[in-house]
């Protein structure tokens, strides 16, 4: 049961970190999306002008192109990909890797995925996006000596920590697990992730069913009732709870 709560969080972990890339402004604050056709006359008429990308274009680019990641539409973002490629605007250069990292997820590359992050990292040392990105593919791959560092540094971000605590409990780093589900209580509640982590900690082997429990009705009390996150959680109740009777119906046999 354990090890397939531990997949599911890391599927869940993986299927967002695409998002990890996106633009740090508010939407509200880069305007509206821009559709392909508007794209490409914002780039004719240099109002969007690549060679001397700026940050919030740059943004406004990324903000409009991901849609087109997700829907499939990925010829259209390879073009532009490449020509913000040829740029020598910073900008530009950091916006085709992020792209491409964007695009390498919905393709399941992951090798595309860590070169992409690793040379915005060359550029960027300090890029947060890069690092949590990182972290999680070397979790999905059982590279927790790899992860670890990446997510320790962004450990801010609750997915990031949810990812550090997975990472360690695979290590058999249990007092380090023990100290952060402790430290981060009140993150757990708010962050199903955290908490959903935080349980298979304390259901393992069924050692802490109640505190488990705990935890992720805690946290089940806090989402919409028809969210993924929920659902999630409910599963893992169910779960646990029938695992707790059938040990105590063995114990009673015995």
Do not use: F
């Given at each position: 049961m354990l090890s397939k709560l531990k997949m599911i969080l890391i599927a869940l972990l993986l299927n967002g970190c695409a998002s990890t890339f996106s633009?740090?402004?508010?939407?509200?604050?880069?305007?509206?999306?821009?559709?392909?056709?508007?794209?490409?006359?914002?780039?004719?008429?240099?109002?969007?002008d690549i060679k001397k990308l700026s940050?919030?274009?740059?943004?406004?680019?990324?903000?409009?192109?991901?849609?087109?990641?997700?829907?499939?539409?990925?010829?259209?973002?390879?073009?532009?990909?490449?020509?913000l490629r040829r740029s020598p605007a910073p900008h530009a250069k950091i916006l085709s890797l992020n792209l491409g990292a964007q695009l390498a997820f919905e393709q399941k590359d992951f090798m595309l995925v860590e070169k992409n992050a690793l040379a915005i990292l060359e550029i960027q040392p300090d890029n947060n996006s890069a690092k949590l990105s990182l972290g999680l593919i070397y979790l999905y791959g059982s590279q927790f000596?790899?992860?670890?560092?990446?997510?320790?540094?962004?450990?801010?971000?609750?997915?990031?920590?949810?990812?550090?605590?997975s990472a360690h409990r695979q290590t058999e780093n249990n007092d380090?697990?023990?100290?952060?589900?402790?430290?981060?209580?009140?993150?757990a509640s708010q962050t199903w992730e955290i908490a959903y982590n935080c349980s298979l900690f304390e259901a393992q082997n069924m050692q802490s069913p109640d505190?488990?429990?705990?935890?992720?009705?805690?946290?089940?009390v806090r989402q919409p009732d028809d969210s993924d996150a929920s659902r999630e959680l409910r599963k893992a109740i169910t779960q646990i709870e029938v695992a707790r009777i059938q040990k105590t119906r063995n114990e009673e046999a015995m």
């Open positions: 633009a740090k402004t508010a939407p509200a604050e880069l305007g509206p999306q821009l559709a392909w056709d508007e794209i490409l006359l914002q780039l004719q008429t240099g109002k969007i940050n919030h274009d740059a943004e406004r680019l990324e903000q409009s192109l991901r849609p087109m990641i997700k829907k499939g539409d990925w010829a259209r973002v390879s073009y532009i990909m490449e020509r000596a790899k992860a670890i560092p990446y997510l320790n540094d962004v450990k801010d971000n609750p997915k990031a920590l949810s990812a550090l605590i380090l697990v023990d100290a952060l589900c402790e430290k981060y209580q009140e993150e505190k488990a429990l705990k935890i992720l009705n805690a946290s089940l």
